[in-house]
């Protein structure tokens, strides 16, 4: 068994070679489970970062390795022989490195950025400006007491005093801003009353989060899977719809641009750099849900066994599983 786990391993660049490690383990190859539609991503187990190269249609692992370097990966990909060809759509993360393995190994593939992905980079930067005006009230309540340390030297009977304002709904600014957490994830025909409320007074004492937030919903509305283009349509009656889902990514591009909030504007550019890939999400209708669901089951796997000590027992498992 421990023979058959190891048999695809490939042996580091003599440069990368540590105590710890000369070798990249490869437990699952299997050419038998390419398909046309193939997912990449990504994995964290036992310390390493680990590439499963899965099945759209099937959910059967194809590759596992130990990398997620593009070079490495190529070179176990050479064992798939003529079968890379057969690859129609191949469904990734938006990390470079998948792109150029994508680029290098499934030449007649289109790559489809997957959206769970891409929509949780436009949820983080909608957090990340809330998170930014947290932290400033949360540097102002530190500088207040860093200065009464300095006056109780000279004031032993003093004592700290910060006052925050209580809003209309009996929370402070800080827990406010806390609790608009949750609220931000949700479209607003979501919200609860209390919810609504909050948002309320959100969007009245930091206007800016309201006008991020409906980006990101401009955004969502885009990406729906109403306008994926209908499959049996010729590449010429795709055209139309194409141009249209274009040209209202053009729209909400400029809008982007003329609010000026550097999150969204950060998440804006990454839309922009992966353009094609996003855009191919209308004409494949494919996700990487398949492979976000193997993830499961590998943690599944790994809570079982409270951790992935036997590491060969691991792989072991995962190869008769799922593939």
């Not at 860093?146 to 910060?162: D, G, M, Q, R, V």
């Not at 919200?191 to 309320?200: H, L, P």
Request: glycine content about 2%; charged content about 25%.
């Amino acid at each position: 068994m421990q023979q058959s786990l190891h048999e695809h391993d490939l042996p580091l660049p003599p440069q990368e070679i540590t105590k710890e490690k000369s070798k990249i383990d490869v437990p699952i190859l299997k050419p038998e489970n390419i398909g046309e539609h193939m997912a990449v991503d990504e994995k964290y187990i036992h310390g390493e970062f680990y590439t499963l190269l899965t099945n759209g249609q099937t959910g059967k692992i194809a590759l596992m390795a130990s990398t997620t370097k593009n070079a490495l990966l190529s070179q176990a990909m050479r064992k798939f022989e003529d079968k890379r060809f057969n690859v129609k759509v191949l469904t990734r993360d938006l990390a470079i490195n998948y792109d150029w393995f994508g680029r290098e190994n499934f030449m007649n593939a289109a790559q489809v950025a997957d959206k769970f992905h891409v929509l949780k980079h436009a949820f983080e930067a909608l957090q990340d400006l809330r998170i930014y005006y947290r932290q400033k009230l949360l540097t102002q309540r530190r500088e207040a007491y860093e200065a009464y340390k300095i006056k109780k030297k000279s004031s032993p009977e003093l004592n700290f005093e910060y006052t925050e304002t209580k809003l209309s709904n009996k929370e402070t600014h800080r827990q406010l801003l806390a609790r608009g957490q949750y609220l931000l994830y949700k479209k607003r025909n979501d919200w609860s009353d209390s919810q609504a409320q909050r948002a309320k007074l959100l969007f009245m004492h930091y206007p800016d989060i309201e006008v991020a937030y409906d980006l990101i919903c401009q955004f969502r509305a885009w990406y729906s899977a109403d306008h994926i283009i209908n499959q049996d349509q010729d590449k010429a009656s795709k055209i139309p719809a194409l141009k249209v889902i274009n040209q209202n990514l053009d729209r909400w591009i400029q809008n982007v641009s003329l609010a000026d909030i550097s999150e969204i504007q950060n998440f804006k550019s990454l839309v922009e750099r992966n353009r094609g890939c996003i855009v191919n999400y209308f004409l494949t209708a494919a996700t990487n849900a398949i492979a976000e669901a193997n993830n499961n089951i590998i943690q599944t796997f790994i809570r079982a066994n409270r951790g992935t000590r036997n590491l060969d027992f691991f792989y072991f498992r995962l190869s008769q599983f799922l593939s």
